[in-house]
């Protein structure tokens, strides 16, 4: 199985920087190129829905971004590590959610907005940006 571990989130203020880190581990992620593999991130607010944040297509680097948070925050993967993360710039309170991490063994359906597609999930991080 795939598990996914959330790091990187605490109590910012408004117009901060912050990066989230997600470590994948487990035998799919053991070896190999990854290739086909989709990362995802979504976020949490208290009352909410959970929503689309970003998404990378490992293999090709190609990403996708919440309008949201489009120009502010950057996804990106080591190969290496094992590792995506997620630059956050200009912080604001509505950012504050809890970060999930997820991903998906193909990329057959692009970079997926939907968490349906998302088959494994981490724990969570939470980021707390004050104003």
């Known amino acids: 199985q795939v598990q996914l571990v959330e790091s990187g989130g605490q109590l910012v203020q408004a117009g901060d920087s912050l990066r989230l880190s997600c470590a994948a581990s487990?035998?799919?992620?053991?070896?190999?190129?990854?290739?086909?593999?989709?990362m995802g991130w979504f976020r949490q607010a208290p009352g909410k829905e959970r929503e689309f944040v970003a998404a990378i297509n490992w293999n090709s680097g190609s990403t996708s971004y919440a309008d949201s948070v489009k120009g502010r925050f950057t996804i990106s993967r080591d190969n290496a590590e094992k590792t995506v993360n997620l630059q956050m710039n200009s912080l604001k309170p509505d950012d504050t959610a809890v970060y999930y991490c997820?991903?998906?063994?193909?990329?057959?359906?692009?970079?997926?907005?939907?968490?349906?597609?998302?088959?494994?999930w981490g724990q969570g991080t939470q980021v707390t940006v004050s104003s």
């Open positions: 997820a991903a998906r063994s193909n990329s057959y359906l692009g970079l997926p907005r939907e968490r349906a597609y998302y088959p494994y």
């Open positions: 487990g035998r799919t992620f053991s070896g190999g190129t990854f290739t086909s593999y989709v």
